[in-house]
């Protein structure tokens, strides 16, 4: 027999390259120890549900009535569904032909692209075209599209924050494009970087690029569009893993040259949509039940709806909780020796940068492990508690952090970041004082006494950020 | 300020290169026709659209299998289940049913995301079922639940294909999502042509001779494409046949990729499904001898549940260090949808004997496959009947893949308006009749053979009207273009 045809020598480089860290080593070493019987505490991904969050009551009536249209005809349907669920079912099933179980049109149903677009309208105060709305199996799944359209090779750049959601770097590298970054700073609750930014024309005028310069982020960006480096730039807000929202300053003064803007000035406009739809078509569409989901997003029940009131009390309990847990976890991580954590203003994560002694860091080397890796290991195994790693989403070179989501329930959360508290001050106690024990012999028996302890964490030296951060 | 607009020139050329038939011109078109104000449509068609370009059956008056979808509205609203009103509503097997399926999720939450594989109970019963279908041993680890089976064939190119002079082997005709990935992948489509004359046969001298010119030319063939039974096609292979093809692939240590989507769509009983797990390990293949991936969905069979997206592909004969790599892929896009995940997990383990809905159950699958059986045959009938046009028979899947001998004058009209000479008959079709077709230059074809594909989905009372109105307008094209 031949050797196998698909191994790792000849597998596609670019899958190779391409890192998930969400599901990565910590979320696989946390399932296995879950496997053991340990309890383990998932915050490595924003998965709500699977912390205890219940799902809305009205979306969920509406789509198992679409699932199930015979109950619709049942006498007795309204002993158990509430009648504005049942009129809603039906609104959306006359959107389809063929209900839940028919293949839509690719761009999904036109009657909830429909709704979309004057939630948008509503929303932002300008039009919105359904003809440009692409419902999508989740929104990964458009991210990868356009990527998809705009990456042509390595010559193609997209501009990415970092931190990042590992998404835009795994999916450029499948695509085998450039991961531009720029880097958000920390100091500045997590605003643009302009010292990388002047840093980065410095790089660039040494490679011979002349730049006359009044905005250095402005013609860093200018710069890198001339030389067809970078064809779109990503902006996530609120952040992930970072939380900040953007004020609306800075979206203006960042938001150069974006997407939505080249596709409207393209020509030939409606060729170009014609491509993306079959691009998009291949999938044949997006599930049914999916686009449902945001129709009713985007409608929720209004006041004077039977199920009106039910639905704000359930949203707004999980808001105003979210925003608590937002605020115990990030006062719980700055009370912890050695941990800084700026606040989640949006999004569902925490971010805390956590100094690593040197130590640490050594310790992480021999162990063959990136230290913020060796760090969240340790958590696991002591705690239970599943973080991902900062390494996985981009940091600046000796700059550590770790994500978790501020998803746990409330009621959870004290011992959680006690748990987490205990840890980090035993790991930080091992790790700043190692090395400074002395054996002392005394009469003949030897004993270990602590020289000092560190009066304060030894400052991290922030080197100067590398163009191309590594994803572990 | 400088800006790059993406303009067709600076578009990903894959993207460019991509096409995709099933939903291309003349459906297009046909949308277009649909939205002009009714009185236009009513003087340019005789009466409304109908679409057999696509295997899309509820979209043309199937209906759902009723136990599924109360398993399914069930599990998308569990509150149901502590409500005693709904045992006035639900069958008492569905309800068991769905309390299962919850309990083998974490939390009995169906909005979390599940594991990047799917859920494992779900995997569980799947592998189960695949186990009780051939009487081989299916592991649950093989097991990766998608959004269809389309996602799994992209996911597959991607590991395969590294550049353009990595080839796959691929029917001809073919559904076009192989060639539509294989270009989007940078690939190049390695062809094989199936045998008209013969029942649309796949034979082992075509496919070595394909191989061996693609490798005179410096292409790496990486995996063959089997579609069983086949689309457009329909046919449905012979046991030994699968036999050669398993033999192979496994002499030139190709990667068989097995789309087995329409394996309960089978109308002659003549044939049966085997799948080529089972074949394979019939012959005493292991995961040593033959690397070997087997696509199912959840649009097909006789389900046809096209809109819920569900499906899996069943991965063995890979080193872990491949498997690894699968499962990361995957695990971008988190999970496939879980109502999906539960979907796939009811087709292949639905009611046994025994079970309150089984007799329901029973009656609604066969009332649809042997529709679908009727259907095939008085299509292919009335394919047979015009003047030019042969027809094989349909012996599974869900479509007709008529040929046209168009007349020379036919071939040069459409010329003259720059349109393939089946896209040109397609087009007339359209207009005179509203029946939309898809050309079959959209799947390949034998270059100076023309066909169109044709679904057997419309309903049948529906049937009559569509060959008569085809009928008539095939009559009057021949009689406009021939000599």
Not at chain 1, 190 to 193: I, P, Q, R, V
Not at chain 2, 172 to 175: E, G, L, N, R, V
Not at chain 2, 260 to 269: H, L
């Given at each position: 027999m031949s050797s196998k045809s698909l191994d790792y020598e000849n597998l596609n480089e670019n899958v190779k390259k391409c890192q998930y860290a969400v599901r990565g080593e910590l979320y696989l070493r946390a399932s296995e120890l879950q496997k053991e019987g340990k309890k383990i505490i998932?915050?490595?991904?924003?998965?709500p549900h699977a912390l205890g969050q219940k799902p809305l009551t009205f979306p969920r009536q509406v789509v198992a009535l679409c699932q199930a249209p015979f109950l619709l005809d049942d006498p007795n349907v309204g002993l158990v569904f509430p009648a504005d669920a049942i009129a809603r079912a039906k609104h959306y099933l006359s959107m389809t032909s063929g209900g839940l179980g028919a293949y839509s049109d690719s761009r999904g149903l036109p009657g909830i692209r429909k709704e979309v677009a004057e939630f948008i309208e509503r929303r932002d105060g300008y039009p919105s075209d359904p003809e440009l709305i692409f419902l999508t199996g989740g929104a990964s799944i458009g991210v990868m599209q356009i990527l998809n359209t705009i990456i042509r090779g390595a010559h193609d750049g997209i501009l990415v924050p970092v931190p990042q959601y590992p998404l835009y770097s795994a999916t450029i590298s499948l695509l085998g494009g450039s991961f531009v970054p720029y880097y958000l700073e920390e100091t500045a609750n997590?605003?643009?970087?302009i010292g990388n930014l002047r840093q980065s024309v410095t790089q660039a005028r040494s490679q011979g690029i002349t730049i006359s310069v009044l905005n250095v982020a402005l013609a860093y960006l200018v710069y890198l569009c001339i030389c067809d480096k970078v064809r779109a730039m990503v902006i996530i807000n609120p952040g992930n893993p970072t939380g900040q929202c953007l004020s609306e300053a800075n979206l203006k003064k960042d938001t150069i040259t974006p997407y939505i803007e080249i596709l409207f000035n393209a020509h030939p406009f409606m060729l170009l949509q014609w491509r993306r739809y079959t691009r998009f078509s291949i999938s044949l569409s997006p599930n049914v039940s999916g686009q449902i989901f945001m129709g009713l997003m985007v409608s929720p029940p209004k006041p004077g709806d039977i199920s009106y009131e039910r639905y704000v009390r359930e949203s707004k309990g999980i808001l105003e909780s979210l925003r608590r847990r937002a605020r115990i976890m990030t006062d719980g991580f700055n009370s912890c020796r050695n941990v800084v954590c700026n606040f989640t203003e949006g999004a569902m994560y925490s971010f805390p940068q956590i100094r690593l002694p040197p130590k640490a860091i050594e310790a992480a080397k021999s162990a063959g492990k990136v230290a913020d890796v060796f760090y969240c290991l340790k958590l696991l195994e002591a705690t239970g508690i599943s973080t991902v790693p900062g390494s996985g989403f981009g940091q600046k070179e000796g700059v550590f952090h770790l994500r978790t989501t501020i998803l746990p329930a409330e009621e959870d959360m004290p011992a959680i970041m006690a748990s987490f508290n205990k840890f980090n001050d035993e790991f930080m106690e091992q790790y700043e004082t190692?090395?400074?024990f002395k054996d002392v012999k005394r009469n003949g028996e030897t004993s270990t006494c602590c020289l000092h302890k560190l009066a304060s964490p030894e400052k991290q030296l922030a080197s100067p950020p590398s163009l191309i951060p590594t994803f572990m | 300020m400088a800006s790059t607009p993406l303009t067709l020139d600076t578009i990903n050329p894959k993207v460019l290169e991509c096409e995709y038939a099933v939903r291309g011109e003349i459906v297009i078109l046909a949308q277009k026709i649909s939205h002009l104000p009714l009185i236009i449509i009513i003087i340019m068609l005789c009466s409304q659209i109908l679409y057999?370009?696509?295997?899309?059956p509820q979209s043309l008056g199937q209906q759902p299998i009723t136990f599924f979808r109360e398993v399914l509205a069930l599990c998308d609203h569990p509150a149901l289940l502590e409500k005693a009103e709904t045992r006035g509503l639900f069958s008492a097997d569905s309800i068991e049913r769905a309390s299962e399926i919850l309990h083998q999720i974490p939390g009995r939450a169906t909005g979390a995301y599940s594991h990047s594989q799917g859920i494992k109970g779900l995997r569980d019963k799947i592998a189960a079922g695949i186990e009780a279908r051939d009487g081989y041993p299916a592991d649950p680890n093989d097991i990766f639940l998608t959004d269809g089976a389309s996602p799994a064939v992209h996911t597959m190119m991607q590991l395969l294909i590294r550049s353009k002079n990595d080839g796959i082997l691929c029917p001809?005709?073919?559904?076009p999502l192989y060639s539509a990935s294989i270009a989007l992948h940078g690939g190049t489509l390695v062809p094989y042509y199936l045998n008209e004359a013969a029942g649309w046969g796949l034979e082992i001298a075509e496919l070595k001779n394909q191989l061996e010119t693609a490798k005179s030319k410096g292409i790496n063939v990486r995996a063959l494409v089997v579609i069983n039974p086949g689309n457009p096609t329909g046919q449905v292979l012979a046991e030994n046949n699968q036999k050669q093809i398993v033999d192979f692939c496994k002499d030139e240590g190709l990667v068989l990729l097995a789309d087995?989507?329409?394996?309960?769509?089978?109308?002659?009983?003549d044939k049966q499904f085997q799948s080529f797990k089972k074949v394979a390990r019939s012959m005493g293949y292991g995961e040593k001898d033959i690397s070997l991936v087997s696509f199912q969905s959840v649009s097909k069979g006789y389900y046809g549940e096209c809109g819920k997206r569900g499906g899996y592909m069943e991965v063995t004969g890979f080193s872990p260090e491949i498997r690894e790599q699968i499962y990361k892929l995957a695990s971008v896009n988190l999970c496939s949808n879980i109502s999906g995940q539960i979907l796939a997990s009811l087709v292949m383990n639905p009611p046994k004997v025994g079970d309150e809905s089984y007799e329901s159950y029973l009656a609604e699958k066969h009332a649809i496959l042997s529709s679908l059986a009727r259907r095939a045959k008085q299509l292919e009938d009335a394919f047979n009947s015009l003047k030019g046009v042969t027809c094989n028979r349909a012996e599974g899947a869900m479509y007709l893949f008529p040929n046209i001998d168009l007349p020379k004058r036919a071939i040069e009209a459409a010329k003259a308006v720059n349109t393939a000479p089946d896209a040109f008959y397609a087009r007339r079709l359209l207009n005179a009749t509203g029946i939309v077709v898809v050309p079959g230059s959209g799947f390949g074809q034998v270059p100076g053979t023309w066909h169109f594909r044709c679904t057997i989905l419309p309903q049948e009372d529906k049937i009559p009207a569509i060959v008569s109105r085809l009928t008539k307008f095939h009559k009057g094209f021949m009689d406009e273009f021939c000599d």
């Open positions: 998932f915050t490595n991904v924003g998965n997590w605003g643009l970087d190692r090395g400074l | 057999c370009n696509i295997g899309n001809i005709p073919q559904y087995e989507v329409y394996q309960e769509n089978i109308y002659v009983p």
